[in-house]
Nanobody
Framework: QVQLVESGGALVQPGGSLRLSCAAS????????MSWYRQAPGKERELVAR????????NYADSVKGRFTMSRDNAKNTVYLQMNSLKPEDTAVYYC????????????WGEGTQVTVSS
C-alpha cells in the first residue's frame, strides 16, 4: 500500500525549532517531486516547500524563506523539513506530498502532523 507518514509535529514556543519527517512506503520517492504543505484553521492549504527529484533545487514560500529547509534522502525514502525561528503564524497541520506525472498523475498525501507555535 502506498503511504506517506509525517512525524515530528509538536507544541513549541516562538523562536523554537522542529524537524518534520515524511517516510514513504509502498513506493520509491526518488522519481517524485516532494513537497510540504500546511493548512491553518480557516485558511487555504498552502505550499511551504518543494524539492526536485535529485534534491538539487528547493523552493520555499516567502513566509518561510530563511527559516525552513527542505531536504530528501532518497536512499531512506524520506524527506524532511527543518523549521527554525518558528512563529505563531506557522501553526498548522503540515502535510507531505509526492507527485509524479508519468502517463498518469500520481499524487500522494500523508495525513498530516500538527505543529503548534505558542507561548
Amino acid at each position: 500500500q502506498v503511504q506517506l507518514v509525517e512525524s515530528g509535529g509538536a507544541l513549541v514556543q516562538p523562536g523554537g525549532s522542529l524537524r518534520l519527517s515524511c517516510a514513504a512506503s509502498g513506493f520509491t520517492v526518488s522519481p517524485y517531486i516532494m513537497s510540504w504543505y500546511r493548512q491553518a484553521p480557516g485558511k487555504e492549504r498552502e505550499l511551504v516547500a518543494r524539492i526536485t527529484t535529485s534534491g538539487g533545487t528547493t523552493n520555499y514560500a516567502d513566509s518561510v524563506k530563511g527559516r525552513f529547509t527542505m531536504s530528501r534522502d532518497n536512499a531512506k525514502n524520506t524527506v524532511y523539513l527543518q523549521m527554525n525561528s518558528l512563529k505563531p503564524e506557522d501553526t498548522a497541520v503540515y502535510y507531505c506530498n509526492a507527485r509524479r506525472l508519468y502517463i498518469i498523475l500520481y499524487d500522494y498525501w500523508g495525513e498530516g502532523t500538527q505543529v503548534t507555535v505558542s507561548s
